[in-house]
């Protein structure tokens, strides 16, 4: 999931899918593309590595940096963000990290109000 601010100053969301991750950022693929530059709230669920049945998930601020719309009706729409600051993702990995969880979609609910 993730929201931005667009030049109305309403807050924005969409959803999607990451096709590539890494420390540094992810690529999106989403049917909503946020304009290039965008500084935008991100949660990425990941699915567990090690077989516990907790996800992983990834929640920061983030920068798109490309966005791919696809030519004809080949590929899909995405986009590339990067990280802005090294210190500015959390990952949650527990139960008891559901909290944080909350407090994002909190955070996310009361932009939309």
Do not use: Y
């Amino acid at each position: 999931m993730f929201s931005w601010e667009n030049f109305q100053h309403k807050r924005l969301q969409g959803e999607g899918l990451t096709r590539d991750i890494s420390l540094l950022g992810a690529f999106i693929l989403t049917s909503t593309c946020p304009p290039n530059m965008t500084l935008i709230r991100v949660e990425m669920a990941l699915p567990s590595l090690v077989g516990i049945s907790a996800d992983i998930r990834i929640i920061g601020e983030a920068q798109v940096v490309r966005v791919e719309h696809p030519r004809g009706s080949h590929g899909e729409n995405g986009f590339a963000v990067v990280q802005c600051d090294l210190t500015n993702w959390t990952l949650l990995t527990d139960q008891h990290d559901s909290e944080h969880h909350k407090e994002f979609m909190s955070a996310l609910e009361r932009d939309f109000a």
